[in-house]
């Protein structure tokens, strides 16, 4: 690992416990608001969305409701960089969202931790509950006059309820099923008061930004915008496991440097960046910068940063098998064209990899693909279409092949 940013991740030096929390207390909100927006933070759940923005839409110098809610669902295959936050370091996620209360003026926040986090439900009350005896969190915090309390929601292992509007639902208590929007959370969340959602990993760069500033964490990339990344390295490598890098390192770097290169001396073959959502990368499209907007450019997505590599024996089409298996389970059901679709592509391609492929099933998925995307109310029917389209574009013979040698 190279760049520090988190504290007990990296075993770094930069932050130190509740310090940022002091400093913030003494400051007024609008200048914590304004120094996390000056650092450009953007999103870590996978959208990127600026934070500083997000934050705006909140009424402000409201002495009305407003909930915050930290999204630990984490269900985004390839990813596991949330779990060890709250694993390793909670009390700097605490912390973070401890400060971004002050700055929007919650009192109220929950953490919607996956239903599968079984272990982390039994220890991050306690951690919690450490924070509320050095008073740290709950009533009148540090004698500040600010009071602000979390609490732990496990959800019951959607893949949809990660989605913010769907994670309220189920925070309601309702089948997690997102909403149709405008109105956004901003205005209209949880129990329809105004609600700021954000990832494990984006409330926990907030103690950074505040202590040591917006241009250290600017610099703390390498391409001068957005602070380190939490990269899941999963797959053929030497070295899977969590890496903290600058933004902006190169995806060869990180697969080649970090995690030590591709198992048993075999030919990288293809990468999904940024969990399994992403559009897939060839082994020859891997000399580009692991920031949002680069990646956007080469038509993936940085998402949540979970890199799955796959060396010269994977079947691409067997990928997109499993892909559509997993998306045809946990579609909501809600939108017709996400429901039917998935279940169609799925169908598709497990009778090709059966060997039971007919010509047009090829075209048939792409047809399907198109046809999701844009039209469901949230995000799932982008995370379907777009993966399992770039790996038919981009591997087409592999897929052909099946067909031929039916
Ligand atoms: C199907 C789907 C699943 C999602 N899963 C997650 C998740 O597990 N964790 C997460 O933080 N965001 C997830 N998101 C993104 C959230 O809707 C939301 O954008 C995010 O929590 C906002 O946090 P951020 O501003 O810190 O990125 C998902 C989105 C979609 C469409």
Redesign the pocket.
């Known amino acids: 690992m190279k760049k520090i940013l988190t504290a007990n991740i990296s075993g770094g030096t930069k932050i130190s416990g509740y310090e940022a929390l002091k400093k913030t207390l003494s400051m007024r909100p609008e200048e914590v608001a304004f120094m996390v927006e000056r650092s450009g933070l ?8 600026p ?1 500083g923005l ?1 934050w705006k839409f909140l009424p402000q110098n409201s002495r009305g409701t407003i909930y915050l ?1 930290c ?6 295959p390839g ?1 596991f960089k ?1 779990r060890h936050i709250m694993e390793f370091d909670p009390h700097l996620l605490i912390e973070g969202m401890v400060i971004a209360a002050y700055a929007v003026g919650a009192k109220q926040g929950f953490i919607y931790l ?1 239903g599968e986090y079984g272990w982390i439900a039994k220890f991050l009350p306690k951690a919690i509950d450490e924070a509320v005896r050095e008073g740290l969190l709950g009533d009148n915090i540090l004698g500040s006059g600010f009071s602000f309390y979390i609490d732990v929601f496990r959800g019951a292992g959607s ?9 309220i639902e189920s925070l309601e208590g309702k089948p997690g099923r ?1 909403r149709l929007r405008p109105p956004f959370p901003g205005t209209n969340g949880l129990y329809g008061k105004p609600t700021l ?7 926990s760069c907030i103690p950074f930004i505040i202590q040591n500033g917006p241009d250290a964490f600017k610099a703390a990339s390498s391409t001068g915008r957005g602070g380190t990344k939490l990269f899941s390295i999963s797959g053929h490598v030497n070295k899977p496991g969590l890496y903290e890098y600058p933004m902006g390192t190169s995806l060869r770097e990180l697969i080649y440097e970090a995690a030590g290169g591709i198992k048993g001396g075999k030919e990288l073959k293809a990468v999904i960046p940024g969990g399994l ?1 992403t559009p897939i990368l060839r082994a020859d499209e891997i000399d580009v910068s692991m920031d949002f907007d680069t990646l956007a450019a080469v038509k993936t997505m940085l998402g ?1 940063g979970g890199i799955i590599v796959m060396d010269e024996t994977v079947s691409i089409p067997r990928v997109a098998q499993k892909a559509a298996r997993f998306y045809a389970h ?1 579609s909501c059901g809600q939108c017709a064209p996400c429901r039917e679709g998935t279940a169609m592509i799925k169908l598709l391609l497990d009778r090709m990899v059966n060997g039971q492929g007919e010509q047009d099933d090829l075209d048939q998925v792409m047809r399907l693909c198109r046809y999701i995307n844009g039209s469901t109310i ?3 029917g ?2 379907v279409s777009l993966p399992i389209a770039a790996m038919i574009r981009k591997f087409r013979n592999e897929f052909e092949a099946l067909l031929e040698n039916r």
């Open positions: 953007r999103g870590r759940g996978g959208g990127g969305f934070a997000k809610i999204n630990a669902d984490e269900g985004e990813t949330d996956r893949y949809v309820c990660g989605e913010e509007t769907a994670l997102p959602v954000h990832n494990v990993t984006t409330f959502s949540s946990e949230c995000a799932f982008y995370a």
